[in-house]
Structure formats: structure tokens, C-alpha cells
């Protein structure tokens, strides 16, 4: 119950097209931060979502958190080969004892067709 | 402000080895997280320590463990190596919790088993 599905897997589009991926949960979310992951580097953070209906904008990337706060996504307007890589949504997982673990979901790997 | 930094970058070992991997997380920073990344299971969470104490643990067994210095600087140890623990290790360093914080990934420490 403390997973998040990531769809699609694989995205494949053309340069200058829009993409978009998906976070989903079944059970109600208390935030979400989203990071992205370059072929051969590490994640990087992009943002984090708290608030239902949050929308945030960075230049042509636009992440939204659903009014139940059991979606997320993150749309990507007119891409560009520097979008290449691979967008991973993460939750807080309860642990025990106060606690929390950050849970990734699989991740969507973008390619860019020049 | 410098980044991650993690140690070694590479490293190769036979089945049935030990290994150490370093992390020192970026200065004022008191959590540090660990992760496994491979192709199959993606990103998992391995532990995270905050002021030298663990505060969570993953679901691996008890041949991962880890220990943070007062420095914060911390250490993952894996015993008795098996093939199957191939992968990208992660470290990611935080100003607090990290599921609620965001978390700034090292450049891992990729571990072949042969």
C-alpha cells in the first residue's frame, strides 16, 4: 500500500513534442518530490508537492498534485534532447516509530528524437 | 558549497568478499540516506542515519549495514558479497528526514560481483 506506479515505462518523442508521466497511489499522500536521472548520473531533485491541487511550473516542466492527493504528474512542454533520462516520483513510506523512508517508483525513461 | 561525494566510484569483488563504500554528505547536512539502484528493482532504499544513529532500515538483510560518523560523514558495509548485489550504490544526503526533505544523490559507487 506504500508503493507508487509510474506509467508509462518507456516514452519515445520526437523534439519539440510534449511528454508526461504519471505518479500513482492508492492510498492518500502526504507529499510527493519528483527527481530526474540523466543516462549515467544520479538523481537529481526537481521539486516536491505538498499541497492538493498544487501546481508548479520550472520554465516548460509543470508538475501538478491531484485535489486527493493520490496523483502526481509531471508534463514536459516542447522537449528538448536535454530532457533525456529517467523522472522518478517518490512518496514518504511510513517505517515504525515515527519514521519515514522515501519509496521511488520505477521511473518513466524519456528519449528525445532529434 | 561542494557536493555529495562518494568513494570509490568503482569497484570489483568476488563472491563471498566484504566491502566498504563512503559517503560524506554536503556540509550542515546531519542525514544521509542509502540506495541500491539495478535495472530490475530500480531505486531501493537500503537505511538512513541521522546524527549517528540509524532512524530506518530497508528491506534488505542483515549482511547490509551502515554507521554515520559525527561528522556525518557515513559508511555502508556489505558482507559476504553475492552476485546479485551488483548495482549502483547511492548515498543521498539531507538537512533533515529524508522523506521530507529533499535529498541530494552522490554520484554512487558502482559495485560489480564476480
Known amino acids: 500500500g506504500q508503493q507508487v506506479m509510474q506509467i508509462p515505462q518507456y516514452q519515445h518523442v520526437q523534439e519539440g513534442e510534449d511528454f508526461t508521466t504519471y505518479c500513482n497511489s492508492s492510498t492518500t499522500l502526504s507529499n510527493i518530490q519528483w527527481y530526474k536521472q540523466r543516462p549515467g548520473g544520479h538523481p537529481v531533485f526537481l521539486i516536491q508537492l505538498v499541497k492538493s491541487g498544487e501546481v508548479k511550473k520550472q520554465k516548460r516542466l509543470t508538475f501538478q498534485f491531484g485535489e486527493a492527493k493520490k496523483n502526481s504528474s509531471l508534463h514536459i512542454t516542447a522537449t528538448q534532447t536535454t530532457d533525456v533520462g529517467t523522472y522518478f516520483c517518490a512518496r514518504p513510506s511510513y517505517s515504525g516509530a515515527g519514521s519515514y523512508q522515501l519509496t521511488f517508483g520505477k521511473g518513466t525513461k524519456l528519449s528525445v528524437i532529434p | 558549497k561542494a557536493g555529495v561525494t562518494q568513494t570509490p566510484r568503482y569497484l570489483i569483488k568476488t563472491r563471498g568478499q566484504q566491502v566498504t563504500l563512503s559517503c560524506s554528505p554536503i556540509?550542515?547536512?546531519?542525514?544521509v540516506s542509502w540506495y541500491q539502484q539495478t535495472p530490475g528493482q530500480g531505486l531501493q532504499f537500503l537505511f538512513e542515519?541521522?546524527?549517528?544513529?540509524?532512524?530506518n532500515k530497508g528491506n534488505f538483510p542483515g549482511r547490509f549495514s551502515g554507521r554515520q560518523f559525527s561528522n556525518s560523514r557515513s559508511e555502508m558495509n556489505v558482507s559476504t558479497l553475492e552476485l546479485g548485489d551488483s548495482a549502483l550504490y547511492l548515498c543521498?544526503?539531507?538537512?533533515?528526514?529524508?522523506?521530507?526533505?529533499?535529498?541530494?544523490f552522490g554520484p554512487g559507487t558502482r559495485l560489480t560481483v564476480t
Open positions: 556540509s550542515g547536512h546531519r542525514s
Open positions: 543521498a544526503s539531507s538537512l533533515g528526514q529524508g522523506a521530507l526533505y529533499e535529498q541530494y
Open positions: 542515519y541521522f546524527s549517528e544513529t540509524q532512524r
